[in-house]
């Protein structure tokens, strides 16, 4: 039934974006005039978040790349899921693999973070996906889907989304195959605790680009893309937009 799911092209800039670059949003709507067949999120920086708030389109949502499991108090350098809804984002990634292996964070505080966000009412992102080791040693299916079922709070398949992202294939230019994609994101559909998986937004993260996104995007169960060295550059994300016509 994934004629119910609309497509959601989300890209992630990752720690990259200065003041300078606020100008990605005029090239984007050069590049892509229409509203599109998808909806399409940014994850900017979070200096840049209010400045392309008041200047984006209004077929673009901005999200948070990383939300604190609280929503106020002292936690100096730490920014909420309230306050990202205060200055217009509409989702927020967590438990990206960055966030997992740079930071240390696991998958109870990975669901932490998706509580607050969903608690200031934004749709968290939840990152799940293997390591290199992990899918040649044939574990990848077993630990993604316990990243899943730990990393995701009790709730409507509809309020959140799950994003796949084999390690393996984050900035190395290797991209699993459109099947091996399908495979792991049906896996996923059906570990999902609910009755409702048929409304579970599923992205795909590992190198997504205009190369590649049509026939990953063609997968019966691959519900969009996360995004991140191609959404830097807005002709290339605009195209990849456009295989979802």
């Known amino acids: 039934m994934a004629m119910m799911r609309r497509k959601l092209v989300a ?40 400045a392309m708030a008041s200047a984006k389109p209004d077929w673009l949502m901005l999200g948070g790349q990383d939300c604190a499991q609280t929503q106020s108090g002292a936690h100096t350098g730490d920014i909420s899921a309230a306050m990202l809804a205060d200055l217009g984002c509409s989702h927020v990634i967590v438990g990206h693999s960055e966030r997992r292996s740079d930071h240390g964070e696991g998958d109870a505080l990975v669901r932490a973070k998706a ?30 889907v316990s990243q899943l079922r730990a990393s995701t709070p009790e709730c409507d398949a509809g309020a959140v989304v799950i994003a796949y992202e084999p390690v393996w294939a984050i900035g190395t230019g290797r991209t699993a195959s459109p099947e091996d994609a399908q495979a792991m994101h049906a896996a996923l559909r059906t570990a999902w605790p ?9 992205l795909y993260g590992g190198s997504m680009n205009p190369g590649n996104a049509e026939a990953l995007l063609s997968q019966s169960d691959v519900d969009g893309g996360l995004i991140g060295g191609a959404s830097l550059k807005p002709d290339q994300f605009a195209s990849i937009i456009r295989t979802l016509r």
Do not use: Y
């Not at 749709?123 to 574990?139: A, M, Y």
């Open 115 to 144: 509580e607050a966000a969903l608690e200031a009412g934004l749709v968290p992102i939840i990152c799940v996906g293997e390591t290199l080791q992990q899918r040649e040693s044939g574990e990848a299916e077993a630990v993604v």
């Open 194 to 202: 609910g009755a409702d998986s048929d409304l579970l937004r599923i």
């Open 11 to 50: 890209g992630n800039w990752k720690m990259n974006g200065l003041q300078k670059d606020r100008d990605f949003l005029s090239a984007l709507v050069d590049a892509h005039p229409d509203a599109p067949a998808a909806d399409v999120l940014l994850c900017p920086p979070a200096t840049l978040l209010s």
